[in-house]
Each structure stands twice: as structure tokens, then as C-alpha cells.
């Protein structure tokens, strides 16, 4: 992620998006960063990534998909409510 200018007001909330803030697929493109391997869909094989980190204590940003700075059951709850949503190329990878 890059940076703008320091004066400028942050461009999303500081505080990371959870579960209960996903509600559609608007949400999924907009407030997190879903499709962990960038295929342009939210699909089982994201939620298995997101798992497999999680069972393995592994932290990747593309796993961190509300941008917390963990990979937990909140990143996995996340992805799995976004199953089967379309969204573009992410602004976060
Ligand atoms: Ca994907
Ligand atoms: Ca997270």
C-alpha cells in the first residue's frame, strides 16, 4: 500500500472491518481485501488459504483480509460471508 501525503485524512476507517460489517458483496469489494489469490473471485479456494494460515500461525498480508495485522477467525469469517462474490483487482496486493 502507498502511501499519500501525511496531511491527508485516512482514506478508510482506522478501525478494522469485522464480520458484522459485511453484509453484501458491495462490502466485500469495498471494506476488505477477500480474494486472497487474486483470481478476481471469492471462491473455497480463498477461505482454505485464509484457513491454512490460520492452522499453521502464518501471517500474509493477502490472508489479512480486514487489515488488522492478524490472521484469525475474523479474516476467515470475513472471506466466508463473501463466497461466491465477484470482486476486482484489490487496491491492497
Ligand atoms: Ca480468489
Ligand atoms: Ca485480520
Do not use: H, W
Request: proline fraction near 4%.
Amino acid at each position: 500500500m502507498v502511501e499519500k501525503a501525511a496531511s491527508a485524512a485516512p482514506s478508510f476507517a482506522l478501525v478494522a472491518p469485522g464480520p458484522s460489517d459485511i453484509t453484501n458483496c458491495d462490502d466485500c469489494q469495498n471494506l476488505v481485501n477477500v480474494d486472497v489469490d487474486s483470481d478476481g473471485r471469492v471462491t473455497t479456494a480463498d477461505l482454505l488459504i485464509v484457513y491454512s494460515n490460520i492452522q499453521k500461525k502464518i501471517y500474509t498480508a493477502a490472508s489479512d483480509v480486514n487489515s488488522d495485522g492478524l490472521v484469525n477467525m475474523d479474516d476467515f469469517t470475513i472471506v466466508k460471508r463473501c463466497l461466491g462474490c465477484t470482486v476486482s483487482a484489490s487496491p491492497f496486493n
